[in-house]
Every structure is written in structure tokens, then in C-alpha cells.
């Protein structure tokens, strides 16, 4: 075996070595079990470092790996697992080994005296583990086992404090939605299966761009739909993506961790690797899903009061900016904007995790237990006593929001270009999608800095909270100065330092697209490249607006919010936008209760009707047709028919027993009657 | 060794269910455990010998082949005779049961009600499921198959729940109805064939060329047709089903495993077995069909077992969902995509193994629960007795006060709702991706079931686990060591299956591979 | 008297006076007496048969000898029967026999 295999093995399988260890040694070293987790990430982030320096290595054969094994054969039906690692996926280890390990460096502080630790560290080694799976997979079919293993490990990890009914109510609802995206990803992938033979992806992708779809390219349009549909499951798209804000009952570093940096971008990651055979159809549907839900999360997030909630639903809206570049063929575009969200959103939920760490303390304090320590309008004016999170939280702002020098402005214009290059290739209606992404970008920028603004600028709206805060230990602050770093847009276009240009080695690294399916890349390129400068400037225009707007708002507090959402909701949009569309009550009333409805009448239908009624009617026949037949047997068989023989004969017997008179005489006289008769008779003869 | 191994198989437990007699005699006032220790060595000692036998048995040998196959005279002027094989189809029923078997007799341990009874009654149902799952000979098939019956009567009816009379006689009498067209069925092949035989290796040579009408139908469709009801109640395929959830809920927890591990898996065995290799041409006519009641049984089932408010009711109804699969597999044995065809009779048939081992392990640990609380209830029924708890939550929380035996039932959850990485998983995904390759649209339906399936478990899981703790369970214990002892073999395996499923595999290809080209040989 | 059916005719009224006698008398001795008159009536068609041809040599005659023979003995036995059956039942009125009466 070679080093790459060797080193990609480990890579998957350290992590559930410390998921096997923690759960079953995990109290052994009581509240020091933290360093065997860290100690492993530490190893695996060695590991993916090793393969990360070799894109630097002009001598690089791509791919890097790619090996597989069969793992069972039934003769004509054969399953393989294997490895399959390029530069895109060397840059995804990258990103997940290094958010993980940050994770469980930050976790140690965060979690430090929750009674179930070690297992919480044993279920962030299972999540590594799976993710890894994701990234590392070269077939459908694998992806789809880690896929789903992915999925066990958020719903142990939103569930860890099960304890509360929202929690255990919210695990569940992750997994059920995302079950409902992997059906479709299922079927897809049998589709795909049952016309190209393999589960391969290189192999899928060789086989279409030889022509396994020729005539029939309906088929992989809606092959290709289907298998996206666990990426809309999978990464919170619209309508899935009822899940994600319900799991931030989860610690928060799991937020950071599961639902901002990588498992949601699973979906995105997937949808790379399919980018190859997903015809202009499906990219199409893919991108105005993507368009849907960058906007509507974002109109949602601006009038969230939680602070986790307003990340929540940005990430979900950041989400939808990644499927929209791959929808519009942005193909580098979008796994940019998936490398610099995972750094700046995780930085994003652990600076959130650091002020809630620091709003439980002060309460505890308090000893209040009923304040929401998450809640917005409980803080205010928290810069002066927590300033490395708020440092770090600002700078990962002003990258979501897509300011120059930040790395977010570079992959969020390079997204916006791709938009209004697919406009003007498509006009009409898709002019919904460049609208789409500036609007989103414009309300990113408010609802982001207003973030900022309401919870560590201002006068404290709590005074009493805000004499406890004080600043988060290092093993928290830590994380959040790296990821902060790693904000910049400097990080990524290394070794050049333009930074109005994304040109660096992550561009380069990731190239501009393979497709087989009938887009011809270089073209869509051109147009990229094409609208850059108006996507820039129009992107600049929308941020700066933003941002003015937000300070208005809630710097300068120029303007009472409370009346403008008055008047805003005389046409209701500011009740839709709190209420999150309405859209879980819309499941609710139409899906979810006709369903359990349906589900009881089923089950009345089946027992209640169907068995007690029918198929114990036969019972109930047979016993009556025997209880008729037995009476019919005893009274008419027996008692009339059988005894009838009996009476019969002895009314015979009583009447002939007259001829019994005991007088020999008589007898006599009958014999020599008799006697004459035979005589008689004999003579006829 | 080699040709007495299979008989010792099928009449050690006889051996020592008659062994109790003189035990009873001799030591049954004073030790009333003689007779559960009888059993579990008994047991162990049909368990050793299936692994003996698995050990040494090559998948590539067909039964007149093998060298375990033990063929004697025994009423020869009907042609019957002692006709006992194994091959790659029973092979895993054999491990499966007599590992069910033997872990039965541990979840019975602490039986205390006429235990002679009890474990005289089940040795004699293990003796006749081995039977059952090593005849080759049908009228022997139907001898073991009968046997069966009355023991599952008597240990449901006296040792089970408050329904237990009805259940049993509800089960008792719609299986033999089934028993009863099978045996129809049985004696048209001996009549109709050419020679009179009872063989199935035989049979499958002869029953094709059976050439007759009776009541203007084809005498081979109404074979089929009779073996069909009488396998399909078993299995227990819709409309047929109903008997199922009754007889596991009021059933022992030891014998629901029996009864939801092995004795379901004799209707798709005796399919498998017996209907398909002999009358070929009518799979390919009835193959829809039986994808179709797939389907329905898959949907039905689960959605049924969302509306359950008692645990083993929905794991009962869930069985009739998971049995679904093993139809659909089937049904895909048609299929001219030779891939598809292998995968879904390859995951039909690990179906029934796994199956076979997570509904085990979920009966098994329901039991523990209803073991310490007396109930069952997700929620109280709303027109429970005691009005004060009607409607109410019957659990809530445990996670926090058992988290061993919350670790397993989650294990046993997440397997039944086919999570990758456990047996479930790659047998229901076989099955969908043969059903996949014939009929896509009922295929598609039936991937419904994915989603279904996780709901109820789930919820459930979420209702009884988790949330604040209930008070009234606030001083539990948690699982045994003998309990956790059970558990541990079923859910290694599961795992292990999961992770590599190979040697289940090949165990079984190459058989499932020559029926498939029987079938395919009469298109 | 010199045809032979003076003889049958005088034998069988004879004949016919016994079975009369048989039949309707009630007291037993009278149907013994009835009983003699057949046998003698039967003796005078053996002899009869005997005088006017149809026998050897004096078969007829020695058939005779015989029978009243016989009715000497079965008279002597009949009569020993009347006079247990008047013993018990305490007259000699054969209706009054009738214990065996089905």
C-alpha cells in the first residue's frame, strides 16, 4: 500500500478510533479525555496538511489518489469502496480537519463541565469520521453511506442535551428531513445506476461524456435533479431547510462545526462533484433553488431576535449562494465561497458561542434560569468586555457581508458575476437570479452588521448581565483568531495580493470545470469573466447600503425600528419574515397532521375494521354454521331421522305382539292356517 | 460427522425435550432449573454445530452434491423419503435459528411458570423449524412445518399476555388454513408429476412438464396459486397480515424473537425454496404481483406502525414493513438485467438474516423495558383503565436514567431504519436496487418506505428516551450483564454484516444464482 | 264298503271332528281326545290303503300296530303334563296357560 492510500486511511479512521474510545474509556481520564480527541484531529490535521502542501508541488499527478476496492459481489453485481482525492477534495480535508480540530480545541472550554464530555467528544469523532467518508468517496453509493452516517452523527450531536423536549423534537426533525432528500438522492442514483452500470463518479462522468445518455438526456436531467435533492436535504435548501434553524439546540460549537462548515456543505460538496453530469436543466433547477432560498433565508434572518437563529438562517442563505454558482455554472465560484464561508461562519458561530458562553456564566451568576442567554435584547454593548470576540466576530463579518480585503468579497463576487453572466446569456425571467444574489448580499450586510451593532455596541440592555461578562478563556479565543485570520482575503490569493482579484492558489488549484453534459465550460467562463466588473461594482454599491442602512438603524438609532416594522407589517411582511414564512405551519397543517391522521385511520382501518371485523367474520361464520349444524345434527339427524327407525320398529313390534296371546291353540291355528295357505298358494305353482 | 451432522441438527432438541421426562421425574420437585439448563446446553449445542457445519460448508455445492446430504428410504411405497440438505439458501436459516434459539433460551431464563412446559414446547419448535429449513423432501417439509404450529399454540396461549387465548387461536388456525392449501398443493405435484415423487430435486426437473386443467385452470397455477396463500400468510403478506401484530404483542418475549426472527422467514423460505425453483413459468407471470404486494406491505406496514402506541405493536407491524423488502426483492428475480436479478434475490435473502437478528434484538430489548415497567405504552390509550393516565406519555426520558440500554435501543433503531454501516442498510438497498431494475415506478414508491421507517422509530425512540425524565422511573436500573450478554452477539453482528457484508454474500450467491437461472431458463 | 273312498271320506271327517276338537275345546283332555281321533283317522287310511292296494304286503297294518303303540305312549305323557298343569296352575282350562303371552 502507498503512502496516499495509507494516509488517506488514516485520515478516515483515526477519528472512530477516538469515537470507539471515548465511548467506551471515555471515563477514564475523566475531564482530561479531551487530549485523546485532540490529539487524534491533531494527527489527521497533519495528515490532510501533508496533502494540502502537495498542491504546491509543480510535480503533482492528478488526481492525487484514486483506489478502490471491491467490497461484496454477488457474480454479475459487484460493490466497490474506494478513495478518490483531487485538489478539490484535498482543499475540503483541509477545511474539515482544520474546523474540526479548532472545534475540539474550543470544545474543551466550551463543554468543560457538562456530565456527558467524553461522549460528546466520542460524537464529534463520529461526525469527523463520516465527513471524511464524504470527502474521501469515489462512488455515489459510498458517498450515500457516509451521507447517512453524517446525518446519524448531527442527530446525536443536536440531541446531546436531550433532556430538553426541543432538542429531542429538533434530532428528530434533522434526520427525517434529510431522510426525505436521500430518497431522492436514492432513486437518482439507481437511475443513474441501471443506464451507466457504475456508481463510480469518474466512471458515471466518462460514461456520459461517451455518450451512455445519448437521446435520452430527459433521463439525466432528472437523474441529475434527484441526486440533488439530498444536497437540498443535506444543506438546508429550500423546502428542507426547516431543519437547520431547529438544530441550534445543539451546543454551539456543534452549530459551528456541523451546520456551518461542513455538513451542510456536504450538499455543496456533492453538488461539485456532479457538476460534471448535470445538464443545462438541471443546473437550472439547481440554481433557482439556490436563488429561493439565499433570498428567503435572508429575509428571514433580518428579523430574528436569537443570535444563533440570525446565523442560522444566514447560513442557510449562504447556502443558497453556493448551489446558485453551481446552478449558474460558477463552478469555481461556488467552491470558493464554500472554503472562505466555512472559516468565516465557524469563526461566526464560535465568537456567538463565545458571548452566549459568556451571557450563561454572568446569568449563573445571577442565578437566573430564565433568560434566554441567546436572545439579542438581552445584550447590547458587549465590546468593551469581550474584545477578541468581538474583534474576531467583526472581521468575519465584514467578510460575510462582502467587504474588500475580506475573503467573502471575493468569493461572493465571483458568484454575483456568474449570475449576471447567466442573465445575460438567458434573459428573462433569470434575471430573478442576479436579483436574487445582490439582494441577498444587500440584506447580509444589514442583518449582519446589525448582528454586530445590537449585541456589542450600544448601551447594555441588561446592566445587571453585563457587569459579569467577561472575555472567554484561550482555549476558546484561540480558535477565533485563527479562523479570523483565515477571514482575510490575503489567505486566498496567495501568492498574489491584488484584492479586488479571487486569482490565487485556491483558483488554481480548483481550475475553472469539467462538464460533459452539454455546457461547454470555456463559455461560460468568458461570461464570468466578462460581467466581473459590473458584479463588483453593483456588489460594492449593495454592501455599502447595506451597511449604511444597519448603522442607521441600530448605530445611530436615527430611525425607530419599532414603527418601520409597524408599518412594514401593514402589508404583513414583517409577521412573514418573523414567522419564517409561515413555512413550518404550512408543513404542519398540510403535511404532518393530515399524515398522523392518516397513519391512525390506517391503523383503525387495518385492526379495527379489517381484522376484527373481517377476517374475524370468519371465525364468527364458522362457529355459527357449527353451531347451526350441530343443532341441525342432534334434532333432525339424530333425534328424528335415527330414532324415527327406532320408533318404527316398535310400533310394529307393539302392534304384532298381539299374535303373542300365550294360548297354544291359537298357535295352532295359525300354523295349520298357515299351512293350508302355502298349500294353496304352491298349487298356483 | 459429515452425514449425521444435519440430523443431529434437527433432533438434539427432540433428544432433549424428551430428556426433560426423566429429569422431571428425577430431579423436577427439588430443581426446577434442570430444565432451563437442559435446554441452553441443548441449545448450545445445536448452535456449536451450525457453526461446525458452516465452517465446512462449500457454497458452490448444490444439495445432491454436498456431502452433508443425507438421503434414506422411508415409506417407499409413496416415495417419501428421508431427504435432508443443506445449501446456500438455508444455510443462513440454519446459523439464524439456531442462534435465535439459543439466545431465546436465555431472554426465558427467569420463566417460572411450568418450566418443563415451557422448554419441552420450545425445544420441539427449534427441532421443527431446523427441520423446516434442512428438508428436501416436501412431505417431510410439511411434517416439520406442522410441527411447528403446535408448540408456537400452546407457548403463546399459556405463557403469554392478557389476549393470549385468542391469539394463539387466531395465529393457530390462519397459519393452518395456510398449511392446508399448502398441502393441496403438495399432493397435486406428488399426483401430477411424472414419476410420483415428493422430491424436491426432483420436482424441479418433472413439475414443469405438469400438463393438466382442473376447473378450466392450468393445474401448475393452481399448485402455485395453493402454495402461494399458504406461504404468503406466513411471510405474512397483506391482506394476510393481521394475525402478526396479535400474536406479538400477546406472545413471551422469547417467542415473539422466535416468531418475528425464523418463523417469518419460512414463508419467503418456502417460496424461495419451493414455489419458485418448481413452477418457474408462473414466477414470471406472478412477478409483478408480488412486487406489488411488496410494496404495499412495505407502505402499509409502516405507516400502520406510526399510529401504534404500544412499543411491540409497532416493531410487529414494522416486521410486516421490513418483510416487504424481501418481496420486492424477489419479485426482481426476473429481471434481464442479470446484476439487478442477483441483487435482489441476494438482498432478499440477506434481508431475512438481518431482519432476522435487529427484530430479535429489538423484541429482546422491548422486553427488558416491559420486564421492569410492566407496559409497553408510547402513550396510554385514551380509553385506558386508569382514566388518570389515558392519554398520556407512558415513558419519557430514560436516556438519561438507563444510557446503556438507551445506547442499545438506538443501535436497534437506527439498524431497522436501514442506517448504512449495519446489516440493514445493504440488504434493503439490494433489494431496491433489484426491484429498481424490473419495476421502477413500484420501486420508486416503495422508497417511501425509507422515510417511513425512520418515523416511527424515531418517534418512538424520541417519546420513551428522550425528553425530561419521567418520575416514575427516576430509581431504574439499568440493563443486566445476562441481558447485555444477549444483546451484544446480535448487534456484533449486525455491525459486523454491515461493515462487511462478504461472507454473508458468498455464502449465498452461488445458490441464488442457480435458482435465478432456473427462472430465467423458463422465459 | 267296497271303494276306498268311503274310507278317506269316513278318515279325513274323522280328521277334521280331531282338529275341531284341537282347536276349539278348552279343556285339555278334550283336546287330547282330539288328539286320538287324528291318529285314528290316520289308521284307518293305513289300513284302507293297505286292503285296497298301494302297499306291500301288510305294511298298512303293521304302521297301525305302531301308531296306536305311539298314541298309547304320548297319551300317557300328555296326560302326565295336564296333571302338572293342573298342579300349578290349578285347572286344566288351556286359556288359562297363557304366561307365555308376548
Known amino acids: ?261 461542513t455538513m451542510v456543505a456536504a450538499g455543496v460538496y456533492m453538488t461539485v462533484r456532479i457538476f460534471p453530469f448535470l445538464t443545462p436543466d438541471a443546473l437550472q433547477f439547481v440554481a433557482v433553488i439556490g436563488g429561493i432560498t439565499a433570498l428567503g433565508a435572508a429575509i428571514i434572518a433580518i428579523t430574528q431576535m436569537d443570535i444563533k437563529a440570525v446565523l442560522a438562517y444566514s447560513t442557510i442563505s449562504q447556502l443558497g449562494y453556493m448551489i446558485m454558482a453551481l446552478g449558474v455554472g460558477a463552478y469555481q465560484a461556488g467552491f470558493f465561497h464554500l472554503v472562505t464561508h466555512a472559516m468565516f461562519k465557524a469563526c461566526l458561530f464560535l465568537c456567538s458561542g463565545s458571548v452566549i458562553h459568556a451571557m450563561h456564566h454572568s446569568l449563573h451568576h445571577l442565578d437566573d434560569h430564565h433568560t434566554d442567554p441567546q436572545d439579542m435584547s438581552n445584550m447590547g454593548g458587549l465590546r468593551s468586555k469581550m474584545p477578541i470576540t468581538y474583534t474576531a466576530m467583526l472581521i468575519s463579518t465584514l467578510a460575510i457581508s462582502g467587504v474588500p480585503f475580506f475573503s467573502g468579497f471575493l468569493s461572493k463576487d465571483a458568484i454575483l458575476a456568474g449570475t449576471l453572466s447567466y442573465y445575460h446569456a438567458h434573459h428573462g425571467w433569470t434575471i430573478f437570479l442576479p436579483i436574487a444574489g445582490f439582494g ?187 353451531v347451526k349444524s350441530g343443532e341441525a345434527d342432534y334434532n333432525w339427524l339424530d333425534q328424528k331421522i335415527v330414532d324415527g327407525f327406532g320408533k318404527f320398529a316398535n310400533y310394529f313390534g307393539n302392534e304384532l305382539r298381539a299374535t303373542q296371546s300365550g294360548v297354544v291353540q291359537n298357535y295352532l291355528m295359525g300354523g295349520i292356517v298357515g299351512l293350508v295357505a302355502i298349500i294353496l298358494i304352491f298349487q298356483q305353482f | ?117 415451557y422448554f419441552a414446547l420450545f425445544l420441539l419448535l427449534d427441532a421443527g423449524m431446523m427441520g423446516v429449513f434442512l428438508s428436501m423432501d416436501f412431505f417431510l417439509f410439511y411434517i416439520f412445518w406442522e410441527v411447528m404450529l403446535l408448540p408456537m399454540y400452546f407457548l403463546i396461549g399459556m405463557w403469554g399476555g392478557p389476549q393470549r387465548h385468542y391469539a394463539a387461536i387466531k395465529f393457530f388456525l390462519f397459519t393452518l388454513f395456510g398449511s392446508v392449501l399448502m398441502l393441496l398443493g403438495m399432493l397435486a405435484l406428488y399426483f401430477y408429476s411424472d414419476p410420483h415423487t415428493f422430491n424436491l430435486i426432483t420436482l424441479i426437473q418433472t413439475a414443469s412438464s405438469i400438463d393438466a386443467t382442473l376447473w378450466g385452470m392450468d393445474m401448475r397455477y393452481l399448485i402455485w396459486f395453493a402454495l402461494f396463500i399458504g406461504f404468503a400468510i406466513k411471510v405474512p403478506i397483506f391482506p394476510f397480515h393481521t394475525w402478526l401484530p396479535l400474536a406479538h404483542v400477546e406472545a413471551p418475549t422469547a417467542i415473539s424473537v422466535i416468531l418475528a426472527g425464523v418463523l417469518l422467514k419460512m414463508g419467503t423460505y418456502g417460496l424461495l425454496r419451493i414455489s419458485y425453483p418448481l413452477l418457474p413459468g408462473e414466477v414470471i407471470n406472478f412477478a409483478y404481483i408480488l412486487a406489488f404486494l411488496g410494496v404495499i406491505n412495505i407502505l402499509w406496514g409502516a405507516v400502520n406502525a406510526i399510529a401504534q402506541i404500544d412499543m411491540k405493536k409497532m416493531i410487529a407491524y414494522s416486521s410486516v414493513s421490513h418483510m416487504g423488502y424481501v418481496l420486492l426483492g424477489m419479485a426482481a428475480v426476473v429481471s434481464t438485467n442479470e446484476g439487478g436479478a442477483q441483487a435482489g434475490l441476494n438482498g432478499a435473502v440477506m434481508q431475512m438474516f438481518n431482519h432476522g437478528t435487529i427484530t430479535a434484538m429489538l423484541f429482546m430489548l422491548v422486553g427488558v423495558i416491559y420486564e421492569k415497567a410492566h407496559h409497553r405504552w408510547i402513550f396510554y390509550p385514551d380509553d385506558y383503565k386508569d382514566s388518570a393516565l389515558a392519554g398520556k406519555p407512558g415513558f419519557g426520558g430514560i436516556g438519561a436514567q438507563m444510557p446503556v440500554f438507551t445506547a442499545f435501543v438506538a443501535f436497534a433503531f437506527f439498524a431497522g431504519l436501514g442506517l448504512p454501516a449495519l446489516s440493514g442498510f445493504i440488504s434493503e438497498a439490494l433489494c431496491f436496487i433489484g426491484g429498481f431494475s424490473v419495476f421502477r415506478t413500484l420501486t420508486i414508491i416503495g422508497t417511501l418506505g425509507i422515510l417511513l421507517n425512520a418515523i416511527y422509530f424515531l418517534r418512538a425512540y424520541q417519546h420513551v428516551f428522550l425528553g425530561p425524565l419521567n418520575e416514575k422511573y427516576k430509581d431504574y436500573t439499568d440493563m443486566s450483564a445476562m441481558d447485555i450478554a444477549i444483546v451484544v452477539p446480535l448487534a456484533a453482528i449486525i455491525l459486523f454484516l454491515g461493515v462487511y457484508p462478504a461472507p454473508l454474500v458468498d455464502m449465498i450467491a452461488p445458490s441464488l444464482d442457480a435458482l435465478i437461472q432456473t427462472i430465467q431458463s423458463a422465459f | 264298503m267296497n271303494s276306498l273312498e268311503s274310507y278317506l271320506v269316513i278318515s279325513s271327517i274323522l280328521f277334521s271332528l280331531g282338529i275341531f276338537g284341537i282347536v276349539t275345546r278348552r279343556n285339555a283332555i278334550a283336546i287330547l281326545m282330539g288328539i286320538e281321533l287324528i291318529l285314528n283317522s290316520a289308521n284307518i287310511n293305513f289300513v284302507a290303503f293297505n286292503r285296497f292296494g298301494g302297499m306291500q304286503k301288510l305294511d298298512g297294518h303293521i304302521f297301525t300296530i305302531f301308531v296306536i303303540v305311539l298314541a298309547a305312549a304320548e297319551a300317557a305323557v300328555a296326560l302326565a303334563i295336564i296333571i302338572n298343569l293342573f298342579k300349578n296352575a290349578g285347572s286344566v282350562d288351556v286359556d288359562e296357560a297363557n304366561t307365555l303371552k308376548g
Open chain 1, 440 to 626: 441577498a448580499a444587500m440584506m447580509t450586510a444589514f442583518y449582519m452588521f446589525r448582528l454586530i451593532f445590537k449585541t456589542f455596541h450600544g448601551d447594555p440592555n441588561k446592566k445587571v448581565i453585563h457587569e459579569h461578562i467577561h472575555e472567554s478563556p484561550l482555549a476558546m479565543t484561540a480558535p477565533l483568531i485563527i479562523l479570523s485570520v483565515l477571514s482575510l482575503a490575503v489567505v486566498f490569493t496567495l501568492p498574489y495580493i491584488n484584492p479586488l482579484d479571487g486569482y490565487g492558489w485556491l483558483t488554481h488549484a480548483v481550475g475553472t470545470g469539467v462538464h460533459v453534459a452539454g455546457l461547454d465550460m470555456n463559455h461560460v467562463n468568458e461570461g464570468i469573466h466578462h460581467a466581473h466588473y459590473d458584479a463588483m461594482n453593483i456588489s460594492l454599491i449593495v454592501v455599502i447600503i447595506g451597511i449604511l442602512v444597519s448603522s442607521l438603524f441600530y448605530f445611530f438609532k436615527k430611525i425607530n425600528v419599532e414603527k418601520l416594522a409597524g408599518v412594514m407589517n401593514l402589508i404583513g411582511l414583517y409577521s412573514l419574515s418573523k414567522n419564517k414564512f409561515y413555512i413550518d405551519t404550512i408543513y404542519n397543517t398540510l403535511l404532518y397532521k393530515p399524515f398522523m391522521w392518516f397513519s391512525k385511520l390506517a391503523s383503525i382501518i387495518d385492526w379495527d375494521i379489517y381484522d376484527q371485523k373481517i377476517v374475524d367474520a370468519w371465525g364468527w361464520i364458522t362457529i355459527k354454521i357449527s
Open chain 1, 1 to 261: 500500500m502507498d503512502n496516499s492510500t495509507l494516509f488517506a486511511l488514516l485520515i478516515l479512521f483515526l477519528p472512530f478510533t477516538a469515537f470507539l474510545y471515548q465511548l467506551f474509556f471515555g471515563n477514564k481520564l475523566g475531564p482530561q479525555t479531551h487530549f485523546v480527541s485532540l490529539g487524534i484531529m491533531a494527527v489527521v490535521l497533519a495528515l490532510s496538511l501533508g496533502f494540502f502542501f502537495q498542491l504546491f508541488d509543480y510535480h503533482l499527478t492528478d488526481p492525487i489518489l484514486d483506489v478502490s476496492g471491491e467490497w461484496f459481489s454477488t457474480g454479475a453485481f459487484t460493490l466497490e469502496l474506494g478513495f478518490y482525492i483531487d485538489k478539490v477534495t484535498v482543499i475540503m480535508l483541509m477545511v474539515v480537519s482544520l474546523i474540526s480540530f479548532l472545534v475540539h480545541l474550543y470544545s474543551t472550554a466550551y463543554m468543560k463541565d457538562d456530565s456527558r464530555y467524553s461522549r460528546y467528544f466520542s460524537f464529534l469523532g463520529l461526525f469527523t469520521f463520516s465527513m471524511n467518508g464524504i470527502v474521501l468517496s469515489n462512488s455515489l453509493i459510498m458517498m450515500y453511506l457516509f451521507w447517512e452516517l453524517v446525518g446519524l452523527s448531527s442527530y446525536l450531536l443536536i440531541g446531546f442535551w436531550f433532556e430538553k423536549n426541543s432538542a429531542a423534537n429538533a434530532c428528530k426533525k434533522a434526520f427525517l428531513t434529510n431522510r426525505v432528500g436521500d430518497i431522492g438522492m436514492f432513486i437518482g442514483m439507481l437511475l443513474i445506476f441501471f443506464t451507466v452500470g457504475t456508481f463510480s463518479i469518474n466512471g458515471i462522468t466518462d460514461a456520459v461524456a461517451s455518450g451512455a445518455f445519448e437521446g435520452n438526456m430527459q433521463l439525466l436531467s432528472i437523474a441529475g435533479i434527484l441526486v440533488f435533492m439530498g444536497a437540498v436535504g443535506k444543506s438546508a435548501q429550500f423546502p428542507l431547510h426547516i431543519w437547520l434553524p431547529d438544530a441550534m439546540e445543539g451546543p454551539t460549537p456543534v452549530s459551528a462545526l456541523i451546520h456551518a462548515a
Open chain 2, 1 to 117: 460427522m459429515d452425514s449425521i451432522i444435519l440430523t443431529l441438527l434437527i433432533f438434539l432438541p427432540v433428544f432433549g425435550a424428551v430428556a426433560m421426562l426423566p429429569a422431571a421425574k428425577m430431579v423436577g420437585k427439588e430443581n426446577p432449573n434442570i430444565f432451563k439448563w437442559i435446554a441452553i446446553v441443548i441449545t448450545g449445542l445445536q448452535l456449536v454445530l451450525a457453526i461446525v457445519l458452516y465452517m465446512g460448508f462449500d457454497p458452490t455445492l448444490s444439495v445432491s452434491a454436498s456431502p452433508y446430504t443425507v438421503q434414506l428410504d422411508w415409506i417407499k411405497h409413496f416415495n417419501i423419503q428421508y431427504f435432508v440438505g443443506v445449501d446456500g439458501l438455508s444455510m443462513p436459516m440454519v446459523l439464524l435459528t439456531a442462534l435465535l434459539s439459543f439466545l431465546s433460551i436465555g431472554i426465558s431464563w427467569n420463566i417460572t411458570k411450568q418450566p418443563l412446559g
